[in-house]
């Protein structure tokens, strides 16, 4: 335990979320809290924050700047900023943005696409039974 407690602090990983249009507007006052090292934009949550309709990607002005925003604040502050998103290739683009820590789809979404390349491949699309028991 002593050796844990001396070290804990540089071990564990503070990420704060962006999620609401209230993190935007004070992401200055929260990203220059020390100790912070990502903060990590939910689109989804934001959209709807922002009283749009939730979407990983948006090209409304108000999202576009409010996204830019929380990343431009985090580097100023030293911090990594992340995001959420839906593939590659849109990964591929927010790194090249600048962004730093990044969740591409989920668990359930990979499975879901990896499970309709697979019933694809085999020629089982819909209205075909894949099982029969």
Not at 85 to 105: K, M, N
Request: charged share 20%; proline share 4%.
């Amino acid at each position: 335990p002593a050796t844990y407690y001396a070290n804990a602090n540089e071990e564990i990983l503070v990420v704060v979320m962006a999620e609401h249009i209230k993190a935007v507007e004070a992401a200055d006052e929260i990203l220059s809290v020390p100790g912070i090292d990502a903060v990590f934009i939910g689109p989804n949550d934001l959209h709807n924050s922002m009283g749009l309709k939730p979407t990983f990607e948006s090209d409304q002005k108000e999202v576009v700047e409010a996204i830019s925003h929380i990343r431009q604040t985090a580097r100023k502050h030293g911090v990594a900023p992340g995001i959420h998103v839906l593939d590659a290739a849109t990964a591929q683009r927010r790194i090249a943005e600048g962004f730093q820590f990044i969740a591409v789809a989920s668990e359930a979404g990979m499975m879901l696409s990896k499970a309709r390349e697979i019933a694809t491949t085999l020629g089982l699309g819909s209205g075909r039974v894949v099982a029969k028991y």
